[in-house]
């Protein structure tokens, strides 16, 4: 059966790139002994796959992956995987996927980020009264780099939600693997808007939660496709 | 709960590979430093990938945190971009567990496994904060203590250390542990503890000893500086391996390291005494391990580690009398569990390649044969039991089974070397290109035709070795060796399908000075690192000119640790340790090479070497004794 797993990542954690967290669940899927799948071949390998990379520094209370299980229930293949995890790694759902669901990287359609200050940084900008004016735009044309050249890009499509509050901008954004935006290029847009610019490096992303389109083109995140067993 | 990290984010983001400075990996130890009396902090100098796979700090790691009055954390050298960075900000080392600096634990110990880690010793101390010579060090620095297989010549880096522990850690720590807490509730000082440590046996305190030497450059004497306290130092070895712990929980790093699997050592020592190996002779006598309880220990170690591979360590694990009991168990067991075996490289029979072909694509892997010298005569003389026909027998029974790539790996610079026994290494490998032209005919060449590497490391005579007294051949020498090796391949018929590759000689020349120094090299070493050597055993960081820049402008002679031959009688800068191997059983080892008489392996025939002190292992098997 198809089942896919909720995880959050933080605190030491993020220091970890996505191969090694990648080798990590690997590893604690043999150390807690689920019976998931493995492919046939000369070298088999556990039949798993992550929604989306996390980059080194990014914290997240809403990754994805899938894996093909062999035996088991939710309850068991969560409490056995927390069991094993290091600071800093929780599981936090374990569901059944019916059959036909896309595969995690596929569904995604949006993702939800907060984006705070990291300890020790003062806030650049704390013009909260344009949010709306912002949203207002039709266009925002930022210059994206591309390996050969750049283009003008218009963000403001891919902008599902967006508020500032004092000390944390919350966003809902394009995840999708055709209009996909970074959270931070949103924050240094709107900064500008204000007449301000950004040092990206003071800033701590994370990632609150992935979604899908469900039957009715709403957004849901992509643990409720999956279901108890 | 988590840890506060040393390093700010801002430098973590900015560092290549930040997961070697968070700990927190799966298995590491967090203690509660208020409820422990010794916090210990364990060093591999170099970088963390290296370190964490090694697995003698694991065994220590596991043995110390099981008492509970200590806390052991790990510690690896920062690499370079990180270096710098703690050098800039002035940022002190620290143990990766709790992220404490190194300077406040009560112990650093350094494990030193090669001579090129030396500059990284200072690194290490230097960034912790703690002075870089034992004598400099105040009552409240911690207790620099080293050990592994360079400690068995410790000379040339005596000054940094406060105590070196020869042999075998399990042994004494406890002790030593024991005393510190003493003298840490009496608050007696730090000259006392030292004391009462070399009395203990297997420790060696440096700064209790003292060298006089001859006008020629040679010792005339090691003396002790009390009355009190050994001037013998006998390594210490576990004498019940049988039974001895080995850690089932070792910890596992986030990032890919050089062993990235379960690594379960079956055995210690070696039974063959080639005469180049320094190994073979420091854990002499061979002490196997229960294999009942191997069996149980390695699916222990892959439930506690989720690791995919596991591997076996020892030397010449071809050796070890349970070997095929445990592949063939270890094979049955993994393949359920979707685990890999990764074999170690065994003799060449018709077991080893049956098991080798249930694990390994015999048409991708690769045979190894490590015969060290291309001639029978030269082999004879290192006293490496591989004969011609153990090879050429060997690489067809693999042929006829799939396999075509064959890896072969020589020795040059060996003492009594001559051109004639160079190019045999050439004419060797053509003849077992020819074997398997012989043997396997053109439908049958799946993998493609025949490839053969032959690869040439130069020599460097090791203390406790039957070469100590040996002559170390020039750079140059070296360069022209490998330069007719590389003539002698390219004269052979089959001279496509064979590619050599030979070492760097800059490097071996400066192991070779470290290798036999004695104390009088320190101020070099300090020297050079002051110039900014580190990561020396790194090519890309290594400096020979400043290394020889520093010989030169200390009056040090290269040629007198190198290529000098040691008289019968000269006392050595390590006759105050005993590894077990008596030095007399040593020169006639080195004589009888000279004759090319060969000896046999402790089990045909025991040859006296020594080892029989500690009365355990092969020594208590009842095998002939040499006349």
Known sequence: MKVRIKFAKDGVMKYIGHLDIMRYFQKCMRKADVDIAYSSGFSPHQIMSFASPLGVGVESNGEYFDIELNSGNAK????????????????????KLPDGVKNAMASIAAARYTVIMKEGFEQENTDDSKVDDFLKREHINIIKQTKKNEIEFDLRPHIYEFSYDKNAYKMLIDASSSGNIKPLSVIEEYARFCGKEITPTKYQIIREEFYTYDDNNEFVPLEALGEDF | MSVKLALSDDILMN????????????????????KTDIRFAMCFPDVYEIGMSHIGIQILYDMLNKYDDVWCERVYSPWVDLDKIMRERD????????QDPVKDFDFLGLTLQYEMCYTNILQVLDLSGIPLLSKDRAEDDP???????CSYNPEPIADFFDIFYIGEGETKYRELLDIYKEHKKNKTSRYDFLVEAAKLGGMYVPCLYETDYNEDGTIKEFKALRDDIPLKIYKEIVTDLENADYPVKPVVPFIR?????????????????CRFCQAGQLYRPVRERNVDDLK?????????????EVSLSSLSSSDFSKIE???DFLIEECSRKYINISLPSLRIDNYSLETFGKVQDVHKSSLTFAPEAGSQRMRNVINKGLTEDDIIGGASMAFERGWSKVKLYFMLGLPGETEEDIKEIGVLCDKIARAYFDLVPKEKRIGGPVQITASTSFFIPKPFTAFQW????TKDDFLNKAYITRTSILAQLNQKRIKYNWHEADVSVLEGVFARGDRRLAPAILEAYKRGCIYDAWGEYYKNDVWMKVFEDLGIDVDFYTTRERGLDEIFPWDFISCGVDKEWLKKEWLKSKEGIVTENCKKKCSGCGAFRYKTGICMEHVPKEA
């Open chain 1, 76 to 95: 068991s293949v969560m409490d056995s995987l927390n069991a094993v995890m290091v600071d800093g790694m929780r599981i936090l759902s374990v569901t």
């Open chain 2, 15 to 34: 560092i290549e590979k930040p997961a070697r400075y968070i700990g927190n990996e799966i298995n590491c130890v967090i203690k509660d430093k208020e």
């Open chain 2, 91 to 98: 940022i002190k080392l620290f143990a990766l567990e709790s």
């Open chain 2, 143 to 149: 207790i620099v203590i080293g050990g592994g297989p």
């Open chain 2, 257 to 273: 390291c050089t062993q990235d699997r379960a690594v379960v050592e079956i055995q210690r020592g070696c039974i063959r005494g």
């Open chain 2, 296 to 308: 149980k220990k390695a699916m222990q170690i892959l439930a506690n580690t989720g690791h995919e």
């Open chain 2, 325 to 327: 009991e445990l592949t």
């Open chain 2, 470 to 473: 040996a002559s170390m051949n």
